[in-house]
């Protein structure tokens, strides 16, 4: 346990811990790793009165603390999302192994066998914000990567990732997985969001969050850190485009979940297809409650559209609000794209083969798309099974993080007496 | 050209010309960017007086400065140094070219085709010391992986940076590569060091040095950096260790050059192989002229010994020297690999197979060798064809750093009007 008001040394001490822990589980077998997280399910189901219980606390004082609405619905937990944690986890255990893969192997011409061998980073440090399931998330990915963890949730969540910590914890040592490998950090937030950013134990941080906590973790840290999260996605609108694509396509991606990072916050459209497909677009944005913002020429068209501001096109809204703005190519909606965007998903509808083609080359992001949804950019809709976030950064990992994501390589060498020349 | 006086306002301009001519460089065909590097190995070969007398101003000031012998040959360019720069360039032209391979690609369920595509990460910075043919190999690599670069050269090496950067540049950009992609900083260096650590353009940072500059930039980056290059290498000697392959691999990893990162600096030995085997690796060593440092059972065992000191252990000689520990385990030696090691290359030599998989398992390091010399650990050894630097950390790229390490990833996608329920 943290003291609070000692937070750096004893993290330290937790963070060292957890490293010689880290050490024994990246050697265990995905058998015990495996059954852990089975049992870890089950004793969260068993014990899921504790969760609750606690919960309830974090919203009382949420309520009193004048949370918004949609905060405190990110914070609650019922039985049933409390179920849809356990099934994750159980989830986890059903997915392969990564560590101890043959990512490749090949043979040096003087007969020694090189393998490179995926195996754990050591500490993974999270530190996030609302949502408790995220608690569970992260222990089940790290503890099957073969990674300890030292978790910092969010202040309001404080009671409920505590119990979720202690229950998973409990049902994990108890079936062979190291003590010290999964740690909650307490503590005011951001002494310890200070004191995770340099600590030297850690192999990784991840932040997840609002901008302005991944803004200044990857500022001020000096442990690698794995950017995550912040989508200012687009859809831009070609003028081949098929009309009913589009506006599918467009409503999907804005309003299917407006909150999450795969959202789309931005239409472009090419300037041919404004009297064809914008009318029909914007009505169907306005049925479902979206505001709209646009350019002058959007305006112009439809004054019933807002101005955006300047300050509106690198926003990610994360609500039911698009901006609108008409564009004279594809080349000017890729720099438009590459200059406002966050290089986390950017999607093009046309039904032309070479516009494409050059939408998929210039636009520099995790993932591109063409005639699709920018909401498919998850590690379950991947096929990783599951996912710690999406990366916007380009080293290390791009776009959805999830097992493999969480390890590293080491070659391994075997001869028999060869030396170089 | 850099401002002497203004050095960071204009980096940024030179920066951003790069980052926008990389986006051109990254687009190119592989045609393009091998004819090129071949055009450049052709104008080095045709140009080469003017880099050899650059190359002589250099070894003048250096002497006069006082410069070690050892730095003033690392320093010295001569017509086969300039030929095997010239050979460099074309090999790297022949190797195949990373950008747009897919990695990986599969089909999501509702039919859209998921494409793992490799792609240049941007503007590479490198800061490197004295040796000029870095700058040419940096330049190469950058260019075939699509990718800008800013170098900072060792103020010692000045002209002959700058004039192999001229030469290459001019050959560059008139076969078609993008006017600004290839750029040598000049100026003092502390200066554009504490410039280019904080350059926002940068996709990624590599300094290539000694372990002062190396541990200065990685503390102090607020950009990506790829740490590379210091090795304090082990070479354990288990006890069922052929006797005379043991004494060749610890020659060959000591001796055969001494100077590189990859060369051993420590000699770890089982208390069962003290008998049989020390006494003749440490008379073939003295033979080799290395001065042998060691534990007080070393010393016990041969007098002649000096005693090593508590820093000597985690220290990278680069020299004739090497420290000598006995060690009562297996175990031991790779607890005490993993405390003092700086994770680059390991060996152990050994003719029992759990010993060599509880090394390899357990030692926590970019390479693990069992019968080997860690001198393996290579871009060209590993068939990379080439590298930029061995990197010892964990994230984006461990051990050789070759081609495909200076690339990300980005997800393609292409459908039909896909959209998530």
Redesign the interface.
Known sequence: MVDLDSDEWNLKAVAQQAQRSA?LLG?LKAGVKNQALRAMAKALRSDQSEVLEANTIDLETGRQDGLSDALLDRLKLTPQRIEAMAVALEQIAALKDPIGEVAAG?K?PDG?E?RRVR?P??VIGIIYEARPNVTCDAIGLCLKSGNGVLLKGGREAENSNQAITRILQEAAYSSGIPQGCIQQLPGTDRAIVDALIRLDQL??LIPRGGSGLIDYV??NA?V?VLETGVGNCHIYIERSA?VE?AR??V???KV?RPSVCNAAEKLLIHRDAVLTHLELVLTSLRDQGVEIRGCPRTIAFDPRVKPALEEDWGKEYLDKIIAVKIVDSTREAIDWI?HYGSRHSEAIVTDNYHE?VQF???V??????????T???DGG???FGAEIGIST????A??PVGLSELT??????????????
């Open positions: 050490v050697q090949w040096h020694m090189i195996v980073l050591g192999a990784l990857v500022r000096t690698p098929d694509m599918r396509i409503l999907n991606a299917q590459n494409a998929t080359d210039g520099d992001a995790a993932a591109v798309y063409v005639n699709a949804s909401r498919f950019t809709e991947f096929g950064q380009k080293l290390h791009r776009g590293t390589i080491k070659y391994i060498v075997t001869g028999s007496g060869q030396t170089r020349s």
